[in-house]
């Protein structure tokens, strides 16, 4: 399977700026799908990123809040925007498995707290 | 839509016991994959065990085995012989079967939080 490297692994950010997340793949993939996870929830998808075309936002999710950059197979940014203190959370990257029955594999997550 | 529902939130067990979480789902499709995923306060996502829903015999992975109940849209996951390390978050989690260009992403319950106590 796939192995995703994540940066920054954590961050403390002022409010009104903006950070931007990077997933590094090892091997090219045709999706990348953006998660965050508040504070002891779920994942919700926020969007999907395909290489030479703009992202699939999830209701609720904007391309001005979450701009995302997918310059090629093996690698994509996401950039919280205009950051607040409700954006503090667990932000990951995945791709799906080359075989469904792989599952899919996560970044090991960016742990973001705005103040 | 898919939905993926885990109901219990919380839930311990002994070192070297047996437990079991619980999941359902629904979906109208008839070829999917279910997984179950495991996350521990490293927040690393990590995968469990996976069950394709055309195969009628459970998924074993060592210690971890589910119960696949496909009519009832259940996926039950049972760790036996708890160890600490298994201390961790559980997400049950959905997928369309027809997804291998990666088109349609993962679709998570809620999660249950499992503690193993010493």
């Known amino acids: 399977s796939a192995v995703i490297s994540q940066k920054p692994s954590r961050d403390i950010c002022q409010r009104g700026t903006s950070l931007t997340i990077q997933c590094q793949v090892d091997?090219?993939?045709?999706?990348m799908f953006w998660y965050r996870q508040q504070p002891g929830q779920s994942l919700t998808l926020i969007a999907t990123a395909n290489q030479g075309s703009e992202a699939t936002y999830e209701s609720g999710f904007v391309i001005d809040k979450f701009p995302i950059s997918r310059p090629n197979l093996t690698f994509s940014t996401l950039t919280v925007s205009n950051m607040s203190p409700e954006d503090s959370s667990i932000y990951l990257c995945s791709v799906a498995p080359a075989r469904a029955d792989y599952g899919y594999t996560f970044g090991s997550g960016t742990r973001l707290t705005v103040v | 839509a898919q939905t993926v529902t885990q109901s219990q939130p919380e839930m311990s067990v002994q070192e070297a016991e047996t437990v079991t979480l619980s999941c359902t789902y629904d979906?109208?499709?008839?070829?999917?994959?279910l997984f179950w995923y495991k996350q521990p306060p490293s927040r690393q996502m990590i995968l469990v065990i996976r069950?394709?829903?055309?195969?009628?015999q459970n998924a074993t992975e060592n210690r971890f085995s589910v119960n696949f109940q496909k009519a009832a849209k259940s996926f039950s996951l049972k760790i036996s012989d708890s160890q600490l390390g298994d201390t961790a978050m559980y997400f049950c989690a959905f997928m369309k079967q027809g997804s291998l260009s990666g088109n349609t992403p993962l679709v998570f319950g809620k999660g249950t939080r499992l503690s193993v106590i010493a």
């Open positions: 091997s090219q993939v045709t999706m």
């Open positions: 979906t109208s499709e008839n070829n999917y994959y």
């Open positions: 069950q394709e829903a055309y195969k009628q």
